[in-house]
């Protein structure tokens, strides 16, 4: 009782005084606090905290070194101002050295190490090299720190006796330093005594008697929190650098809701600027995307990890909305996480998690948070905060032997110095592209005022406004056949009686005009029988208008279903399939380099009079009948529902990205509906995660397009289904390439077809002869600059098109 009193009045005390410094949130009283302002002869004052010089130490603290050497600089190169103090001296160590500290209350406690090198006199504290222990761990091993940020190295320490010494010992013929050093005590409940382990899960892992090192520690929402907005003077990095997926990710920040309450997670878990931002799946993204958040962290090999996640849920507006999965490598951290049921439905409440990934091989610790397959609600996942922890290993070391950290070092500073060189590249070529388009669009203006004829271009490709306006009855609202982000597309007729579709950008597209360069530059260097052929265009008084074939019978898409065109055959469907799979596979094919359409969906498919199949809009419009909801314009470019996961997430274009989306038309043309359908039950709104889900029992007879019944042979059929599954591949890799699709559907053509069929290997899927040799077209000089036309126009296909493989991903 008297000590319940007693730690009562000295909470209230520490509350008060906390209330007195108003910037201060320090509810913890720290038993053991010593902070040393390494070199110095005076204090140094981080936030609320004071690291003592040397002449304010007192006999708590003891250092024994052979020699003392106090360092310090001038250069104001610091780039942390708060703590900058801190980084303007050191100590020098030049043999095996001790500091030995009074402890008052065993326990955990934690060992913060402070470098910032500098050059002091002979010494380049850069240069410096040198092993610390405690314990009888080794906290550092062969250590050097050449960082031109300031590099906290945090342990954590169960002290047992009532000295702990701290041992810096100088590799041979070198020396050591330290700008600052901490041994603060950890409140008791920071550290369980044990940890559950998932790989495999089921047993746990007992830490008493391990030492500790904190590698990452984590604010979601990409900002940073300092040590003076950290209950415990922890210092939290923001996420940002360790996403991969920039696209799938929405950062949040509102610290004020964030709700501890009695029996909870503490502020010393985590404080609110933590809990108070997330990182969470963007909400933009198409519901019924079944996706991962993912973070990837660069570890040591061959040590165990404590892994600490914290979760708010400050998105919410009532309990029971939000439900999600955690992963760590790939292992279920939690399964089907509900936070309003962890936290006792209390809205805003802070929880964590920990879990112990065993020792592995892999260099990289990647964790996600993914949406739950049997959410019932809104699918999201959020990740507030996340610590990883690295466990001594059996020999009590903490550090990595210092060969094959030089070995990985040397690896990985090729690789940056690669990516640099890469990055640099790439910026030379957008900047002389941008330049070049400037300079480009300037002078085609300058040419295009010149006298028209209507009706038949003057210069093979390029048609006047006038000609355009009269083919379109001046742009006449009966005329347009389809609406997309880049415009409207209007039927037109020329004088002559050649029909056309007429596609007209909107002035004030954001996607405008790379896009609409893009598309000529494609066009015009890809001619095909199963690609929409460009006519010309347009570049008059800031318009932005392309001309193509007519194709007289519409999308794909609105023959499959939302009208009332007549159903088609089965026959027909796979020679559409097959018209324009060799439409792809010539773009993937018929260059040096690939091209990937990027958009490839059944409202992109278009037919002729006659249902012969063409790739239409090569990254411009959605030339639809509808207006196509399910595009969302996010940094992503394609059409959800179609979108390649592997794409999505590693934003890795090839052309397997291509085949991915093809295999979602394959579906829709087999079952006759949506990829998406919002009115349908949750777990049929996605064709392809319904499709795949029934295909796996066996049952996928239910989905096919009612139309079709009984048209299809089985044997045909099979071969389709396993060609729409193999394209559906989750990785790119495992994926066919267009022309093993191509052979495939021919096949399936064929199988419907013949009683026995009889395959020839070579007429097979190449069909070389089909594919037309690159003809460039006359226009594309045109607009060139005079001299060295081609080779600015190779430039400029290189840069425009996120479609070229290999060069922009
Ligand atoms: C340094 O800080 C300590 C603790 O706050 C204080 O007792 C001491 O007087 C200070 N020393 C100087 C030189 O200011
Ligand atoms: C030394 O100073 C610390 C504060 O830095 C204080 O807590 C401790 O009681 C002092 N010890 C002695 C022996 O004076
Ligand atoms: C470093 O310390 C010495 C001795 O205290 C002092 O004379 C000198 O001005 C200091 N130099 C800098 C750059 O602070
Ligand atoms: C610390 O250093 C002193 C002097 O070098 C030595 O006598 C002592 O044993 C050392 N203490 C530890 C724990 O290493
Ligand atoms: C100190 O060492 C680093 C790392 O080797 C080097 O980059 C730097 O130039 C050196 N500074 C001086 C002043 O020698
Ligand atoms: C360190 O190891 C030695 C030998 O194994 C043992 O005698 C000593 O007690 C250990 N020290 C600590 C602090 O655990
Ligand atoms: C520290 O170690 C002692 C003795 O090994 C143990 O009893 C105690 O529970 C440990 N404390 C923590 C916080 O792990
Ligand atoms: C601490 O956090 C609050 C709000 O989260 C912010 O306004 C303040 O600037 C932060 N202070 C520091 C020193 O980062
Ligand atoms: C995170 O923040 C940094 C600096 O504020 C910024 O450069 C970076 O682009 C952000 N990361 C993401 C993924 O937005
Ligand atoms: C925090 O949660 C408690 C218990 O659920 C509730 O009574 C209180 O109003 C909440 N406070 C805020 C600021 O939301
Ligand atoms: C999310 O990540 C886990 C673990 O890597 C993986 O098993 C799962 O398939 C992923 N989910 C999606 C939709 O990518």
Known sequence: MVIMCFLKSKFHFWLLFALCLIKCSLEFDPDDNHLINCGSPTNASVGNRVFLGHSSVNSSIVLSTPHTIWANTSSNSIPFSFSSDLYKTAQIFTGSSNYTFSVSKHGRHWVRLHFFPFVYQNYNLSHAHFSVSALNFTLLRNFQSQEDIPVIKEFCLNITSDKFALIITPSSKSFAFLNALEVVSVPDELIPDSVKTIDPPGSSENLVHQALETVFRVNMGNVTVDPRNDTLSRQWIPDGSFLRSHNLVQFLSQPRTVNYTEGGTTKEIAPPSVYGTASKLNSELDPTLNVNLTWYFDVDPGFKYLVRFHFCDII?????????????????????????????????????????????????????????????????????????????????????????????????????????????????????????????????????????????????????????????????????????????????????????AIKRGNSDSQQGLNEFRTEIEMLSHFRHRHLVALIGYCDEQNEMILIYEYMEKGTLKSHLYGSDNPSLSWKQRLEICIGSARGLHYLHTGSAKAVIHRDVKSANILLDENLMAKVADFGLSKAGPDIDKTHVTTAVKGSFGYLDPEYLIRQQLTEKSDVYSFGVVLFEVLCGRPVIDPSLPREMVNLVEWATKLQKKGEVEKIIDPNLADQIKVESLNKFLETAEKCLAECGLDRPTMGEVLWNLEYALQLQEDEAPSIESDDVSLQIDDARPLQTLPSTRQYSLESAGDIVDISMNTVFSQMRNGNLK
Not at 325 to 335: C, D, F, L, Q, T
Not at 463 to 480: G, M, Q
């Open 316 to 500: 919410s507006k009532s309990s029971g909305q939000l439900m999600f999965n955690v992963y760590i490598n790939s292992w279920y951290a939690y399964k089907h996480l509900d936070l309003s049921r962890v936290t006792s439905n209390k809205l805003a409440s802070p929880y964590y998690l920990d879990v112990l990934m065993r020792e592995s091989h892999s260099n990289m610790l990647s964790v996600s948070v993914g949406t739950s397959s049997d959410a019932s609600v809104y699918p999201n996942a959020l990740l507030n905060g996340l610590e990883i922890i690295k466990l001594s290993n059996s020999r009590g070391f903490l550090d990595v032997d210092p060969e094959s950290l030089k070995s990985r070092s040397k690896v990985k500073a090729g690789l940056i110095a690669g990516i640099a060189v890469g990055v640099v590249f790439v910026i030379l070529i957008l900047a002389s592209a941008f330049f070049l388009v400037v300079r480009r669009r300037k002078r085609t203006q300058c040419d295009v005022y010149g006298n028209k004829v209507d009706g038949t271009p003057e210069s093979g490709y390029q048609f006047s406004l006038a000609a355009i306006r009269k083919a379109t009855d001046n742009f006449n609202e009966s005329l347009v056949i389809g609406v997309g982000g880049f415009g409207k597309v209007y039927k037109g007729v020329f004088e002559d009686n050649r029909e056309v």
